[in-house]
């Protein structure tokens, strides 16, 4: 099966720095856009960046702070956060589309999400 396991997450002060890794391991041949969501308590489950291809995509909330990188090697995504702010604080999950040989489909895959505190 398709597993998907983040980790970098932790504590960090407001205005520091912190990066994210997700690897994508098992039956896969293929992925084509990966992506990182947040969701704090009570809030709604939050796009904040894309990758696909060349092109990257970014929440208007973090963009000029998170930077999404991949390494299609190593069927990685980073997420590379800076000038953390209080509001950063969240479960961080990522998601990646598969290409599934066994079903000759793309699917969808979630990590298990890694816990971001930033504090003042």
């Known amino acids: 099966q398709v597993q998907l396991v983040e980790s970098g997450g932790g504590l960090v002060q407001a205005g520091g720095s912190l990066s994210l890794s997700c690897a994508a391991s098992g039956n896969i041949l293929r992925i084509n856009e990966m992506r990182w969501y947040r969701q704090a308590p009570g809030n709604q489950r939050e796009l904040v960046a894309v990758i696909s291809g060349g092109r990257t995509i970014y929440a208007d909330s973090v963009k000029g702070r998170f930077v999404i990188t991949r390494d299609n090697a190593k069927n990685t995504v980073y997420l590379q956060m800076m000038t953390l702010k209080a509001e950063d604080t969240a479960v961080y999950y990522c998601?990646?589309?598969?290409?599934?040989?066994?079903?000759?489909?793309?699917?969808?895959?979630w990590g298990q999400g890694t816990q971001v505190t930033v504090s003042s």
């Open positions: 998601n990646a589309n598969v290409w599934v040989p066994t079903t000759g489909s793309w699917s969808a895959f």
